[in-house]
């Protein structure tokens, strides 16, 4: 069994969060495919930002990031409207 954590250079680690971005890949499966805590993920997207210098991202991709959580928007929304009026029964 593995003990210990895995150490990523900043390179990884901004290599990984771009990978996220530009494929549109969940948070789980990210986690899963290297190893890592979605925690830690959403550390990391914290500490570099979409449209950070050090990430670099091209507009395009920042720009379908936008439009993807955008167009999940409503699905989120209807889905929690749906289950308000189920526990309110």
């Known amino acids: ?6 150490k990523f250079t900043e390179s990884d680690k901004l290599s990984i969060l771009r990978e996220y971005y530009a494929s549109g890949a969940s ?11 979605r925690g830690t993920l959403r550390y ?8 950070s210098e050090s990430l670099s991202l091209p507009s395009q991709t ?7 959580k955008k167009s999940n928007e409503p699905d989120e929304i209807a889905k929690l409207q749906a289950r308000i009026k189920e526990l309110e029964k």
């Open 27 to 37: 948070l789980y499966s990210m986690s899963k495919k290297y190893g890592i805590e």
């Open 1 to 6: 069994m593995k003990t210990g954590r895995t």
């Open 62 to 68: 920042i720009e379908d990031v936008m439009a993807r």
């Open 44 to 51: 990391w997207m914290n500490k570099y930002p979409m449209n």
